[in-house]
């Protein structure tokens, strides 16, 4: 390569080199609001309160009844857990079901089942919150593409009671409420709210059956979910 063609190549207009110190400059702020960042926006690390799990592995006197503090902060018992100096054997031997009750938890609260990530979790509670609430724990199952080993573990360390689930007026809502439950879905609102304009309201869970557009098995699941209020 000759002298004049290297020339060609290093010589810079003055658009050119004004470009170039804006794009330099650029990357020094960038880079440098990048390493100021966690210094402005320190946080806190989050502490669970787990001792529910394990407090029957902690010896307490016989008239000391266990008092657990916020969710976020440490009792007395849970400092005595993390102080003591278990061995793997009984470390093994105080892990049990976590029984954490599905319809109440969060989403950082699932993160303490094994194999359960925030990903994960957060399918889960928008799964749990479009339904209304789970009235059975293997609903977690239908979560969509939640990995099977994952629903094995909500199994075994979440329990469900089936209360306090949040109903819809069939008779009375409109599709675009209908239309976001999972179990119905936009066009079976449609369908549902032509057949009460034809044939009058439902008067219970049965009267789905007629529509021919559910199985009965999938009438029975979508039902706890229902009010039949006629008046």
Avoid at 117 to 123: F, T
Avoid at 152 to 174: K, M
Wanted: hydrophobic residues 35%.
């Amino acid at each position: 390569m000759n002298r004049e063609v290297l020339k060609d190549l290093l010589t810079f207009s003055k658009k050119e080199k004004n470009g170039i110190v804006f794009l330099v400059t650029m990357v020094v702020i960038v880079g440098i609001v990048q390493w100021c960042l966690p210094f402005l926006f320190q946080k806190k690390p989050i502490q669970i309160d787990v001792m529910h799990y394990f407090h029957d592995s902690i010896q307490l006197d016989s008239n000391e009844k266990p008092t657990y503090s916020h969710r976020f902060e440490r009792s007395e018992q849970q400092r005595y857990y993390y102080q003591k100096d278990f061995s793997k054997k009984e470390k093994g031997e105080r892990w049990r079901r976590l029984g954490l009750p599905i319809n109440e938890v969060d989403s950082t609260e699932l993160t303490l089942i094994r194999g359960v990530g925030i990903y994960s979790a957060r399918k889960i509670i928008k799964y749990r919150d479009a339904l209304g609430g789970f009235y059975d724990t293997a609903q977690v199952r239908e979560t969509y593409n939640l990995k099977p080993e994952i629903g094995d573990s909500l199994l075994v360390h979440t329990c469900c009671f089936g209360e306090n689930l949040r109903q819809i007026e069939i008779n009375q809502a409109p599709d675009s409420v209908l239309g976001r439950h999972p179990y119905i879905g936009w066009k079976k609102a449609k369908i549902i709210l032509a057949y009460i304009q034809k044939h009058g309201t439902f008067s219970q869970c049965s009267d789905l059956i007629k529509m021919r557009i559910w199985s009965e098995e999938e009438v029975q699941a979508l039902c706890p979910y229902l009010k039949f209020n006629t008046e």
